[in-house]
């Protein structure tokens, strides 16, 4: 157990749908990751956070977006999706910018 | 832009085999290197990681890698791997100087038999 969680575990949904996906960073870690887990693309970064601030962006889409709340905790929103949507989505959190990084178990989502 | 290829994306072995596995990346500037493992059903699990110092890095589970900075090279080794070592194995970069944004490879599949 890495100490960082992903809810839900699962989700599935419908075309055109949207879903908000949640991540808590473990204790003390400022910095969240989210990154995408898909047959055809592997694994590929998508978006970072520190402190509640955008940091780096990868290959995410337009209609993909990312918050960092107070709390730290963070959200991917994905939004008017579609059937190659369907992927496992990581979490990954570590204390600051440069560290190493330690990933949650995932919320695999199903597109319909 | 960084990229990381793993030129084994299926090995079988038998147990107490000796394991290793190729990682070659691209980037032009200093690196930070990582492998991770993914166990059946699970999420990944550093293995080791290299930022800077002794070349050899030595990871859980009896892991160790090299890096070669004149080849591009990371590959990790495994003496005599077990059954339980069954599981995709990741390769990762980070540019050392700034960001941490993690470039993966495309895994390498590992099954040991009995």
């Known amino acids: 157990d890495s100490g960082v969680t992903q809810t839900p575990k699962h989700l599935i949904t419908a075309t055109g749908q949207r879903v908000t996906l949640r991540c808590s960073p473990r204790?003390?870690?400022?910095?969240v990751y989210w990154y995408q887990q898909s047959l055809d693309q592997g694994l590929q970064f998508l978006i970072q956070?520190?402190?509640?601030?955008?940091?780096a962006k990868g290959n995410i889409l337009e209609r993909f977006s990312a918050q960092q709340f107070p709390d730290l905790h963070s959200e991917l929103n994905l939004s008017s999706l579609e059937l190659g949507d369907s992927a496992l989505y990581f979490c990954?959190?570590?204390?600051?910018?440069?560290?190493?990084?330690?990933f949650g178990p995932g919320t695999r989502l199903t597109v319909l | 832009a960084q990229s990381v290829s793993q030129h084994n994306h299926h090995v079988i072995l038998s147990e107490a085999a000796s394991l290793e596995l190729g990682c070659n990346y691209s980037?032009?500037?200093?690196?930070?290197l990582f492998w991770y493992v993914q166990y059946p059903g699970q999420h990944l699990q550093l293995l080791l990681k290299?930022?800077?110092?002794?070349?050899l890095v030595k990871g859980i589970k009896g892991f160790e890698a090299e890096f070669i900075k004149s080849k591009f090279s990371f590959n990790l080794r495994k003496p005599s791997v077990q059954w339980s070592d069954t599981a995709e194995y990741f390769c990762?970069?980070?540019?050392?100087?700034?960001?941490?944004?993690?470039?993966f490879g495309t895994g390498t599949q590992l099954k040991v038999e009995l």
């Open positions: 990762a970069v980070s540019p050392g100087g700034g960001g941490n944004k993690l470039t």
């Open positions: 204790s003390g870690d400022l910095s």
């Open positions: 980037y032009g500037g200093t690196v930070n």
């Open positions: 290299y930022f800077s110092g002794d070349p």
């Open positions: 990954a959190s570590s204390p600051a910018v440069r560290d190493t990084q330690y």
């Open positions: 956070y520190y402190n509640g601030e955008e940091r």
